[in-house]
């Protein structure tokens, strides 16, 4: 070989390896480059009225919501589950705590944890004994829940303000709901998730199960622990979301949390954790999901009809899943 042709191989895999790095840097990062171009798009087309400090205390309040949904989804995600409940759950799970506050005050709002961590188990137990994938599971109990929430709330919503027991827990979520209380709820809640998915053996066990659950559990780990661990901590994670976003609403409604399951799985995937698992980032999918809600109160204030939202938001979801999928691991989705 000449040498010409081993200096022009050459350049040509640095180039392969230098565009390879981009790419790589593009992806993991995709979720801060999706918010600032929107944040771009959005100044330069509504100018002041996107900009303006009551527009982002709105956006500040309707982050941690689906956020707090997103990040209970990234800890299923990365072990390669799937939760396609977690929007029905949130509904249950408020109208729970909302009929609990009413009738017992504050301790009642533990009524809406229960709820959400009973789901995790139901879900989890399934998937991991039962040995049914995490998909059909959790749509199963996505309708059955929904179905649920629809017959206990007689097709009526909870308006905590017209509660007489409710007086003290009206004053608490009054301040939980508002910003900036409702955004350091959240931090508290991202806090504690980061931790455990970051400085804990569980947290590990996940991105490894994510990886390879065979290897996983060659090194002694009891899988169908793990997985129901997995669904049942999700559970608590969405309890704690159904009960930040009644104190934002101040209600409990028969269609709370329908679609944000869809939204929630978009902000994980939007902040770089694979559908097939294996990694991910607490810290991007808080981004990726207040890139979806800067996205939602972009088009509103530009005037593009909610039809049209809804489908740039799918469109996104696409692009999303296509950027983050690892490709080589397909058929491992669980």
């Not at 941690?64 to 589950?81: C, K, Q, R």
């Not at 929007?87 to 729970?96: I, K, N, Q, R």
Request: proline fraction near 2%; glycine fraction near 12%; aromatic fraction near 8%.
């Amino acid at each position: 070989m000449s040498i010409i042709k081993i200096i022009t191989g050459g350049s040509a895999t640095a180039d392969k390896l230098r565009r390879d790095q981009i790419w790589l840097a593009a992806r993991d990062n995709a979720a801060y480059i999706a918010l600032a171009l929107l944040v771009a798009i959005f100044w330069t087309v509504s100018g002041d009225r996107f900009m303006s400090v009551l527009n982002w205390t709105y956006i500040a309040q309707q982050v941690p919501v689906l956020s707090i949904l997103a990040v209970a989804e990234t800890l299923l995600i990365t072990a390669g589950f799937i939760d396609l409940s977690v929007g029905s759950v949130l509904g249950l799970a408020g109208f729970a705590a909302a009929a609990g506050a009413a009738n017992y005050g504050v301790p009642g709002l533990l009524g809406g944890l229960v709820v959400a961590i009973a789901a995790g188990i139901v879900n989890g137990a399934i998937f991991s004994y039962v040995r049914i994938p995490s998909f059909i599971v959790t749509l199963g109990t996505m309708v059955i829940v929904r179905a649920l929430l629809q017959i206990a709330s007689g097709g009526e919503a909870i308006y905590l303000s017209d509660q007489a027991g409710a007086g003290s827990v009206v004053t608490l979520l009054n301040w939980l709901g508002r910003f900036p209380g409702v955004l350091v709820a959240a931090l508290v809640i991202w806090a504690g998730c980061w931790v455990l998915y970051n400085k804990t053996i569980f947290g590990d066990d996940l991105k490894a199960m994510g990886g390879s659950e065979r290897v996983v559990g060659l090194f002694g780990v009891n899988l169908n622990h793990r997985r129901l661990a997995a669904f049942t901590s999700a559970g608590f994670v969405v309890g704690l979301a159904s009960i930040v976003n009644l104190a934002r609403i101040g209600a409990a409604t028969p269609v709370t949390g329908s679609g944000m399951e869809l939204e929630a799985i978009s902000a994980v995937v939007l902040g770089g954790t694979p559908l097939t698992g294996g990694y991910g980032s607490i810290a991007k999918t808080v981004v990726g999901a207040t890139a979806l809600v800067v996205l939602s109160n972009g088009l509103t204030i530009a005037g593009v009809p909610p039809s049209w939202n809804d489908v740039v938001r799918g469109l996104l979801l696409i692009v999303a899943i296509g950027i983050a999928l690892d490709r080589k691991k397909i058929g491992t989705v669980k």
